[in-house]
């Protein structure tokens, strides 16, 4: 098991020695436009105006995959990648922006197919841009991205 921690590591570095220092405009944007301040409140509307059953599901595996990425976070301890004119905050393992956006996709399939795959999409949109910005290496992003998909599930 250990050998395999120390092999995604070295897969982690690799990466992100290759990610530009400074972050593109648009990982930064995507990483905002997908976030906890603006999915929480679409679902919040979606539960008011489209469907209750629908967007207490969303809020529900939000809920739950922000609450146990934040938890992993402290037993992890993981330092975030270095970049420059930004002081790292927080720890880096899993991406909780991806887990939260992951979470919605067995929400969104209960929907339909079509709304699913977009939603896959978009969380892998998101889990990209968080590479991109160099706030998260790729193993965080996968972690998060499973950990959400598994918050989902548990709701949908």
Do not use: N
């Amino acid at each position: 098991m250990a050998g395999i921690i120390e092999a995604l590591k070295r897969l982690d570095e690799r990466v992100i020695e290759r990610v530009p220092r400074r972050p593109r405009p648009w990982a930064e944007a995507v990483s905002f436009a997908l976030s906890g301040w603006t999915l929480f409140p679409t679902a919040l509307l979606i539960c008011l105006l489209v469907s209750h059953r629908i967007g207490l599901k969303m809020l529900e595996a939000l809920v739950l995959s922000m609450a146990a990425s934040e938890v992993i976070k402290l037993l992890v301890g993981r330092k975030r990648p270095e970049r420059p004119g930004r002081k790292p905050w927080g720890y880096s393992f899993p991406s909780t922006h991806t887990a939260r956006m992951a979470s919605l996709i067995p929400v969104a399939f209960d929907v339909s197919p079509g709304v699913g795959l977009a939603v896959t999409g978009l969380a892998v949109l998101v889990g990209v841009a968080r590479i991109a910005s160099r706030a998260h290496y790729p193993s965080d992003v996968l972690a998060g991205f499973l950990l959400g998909c598994l918050m989902g599930c548990l709701v949908a």
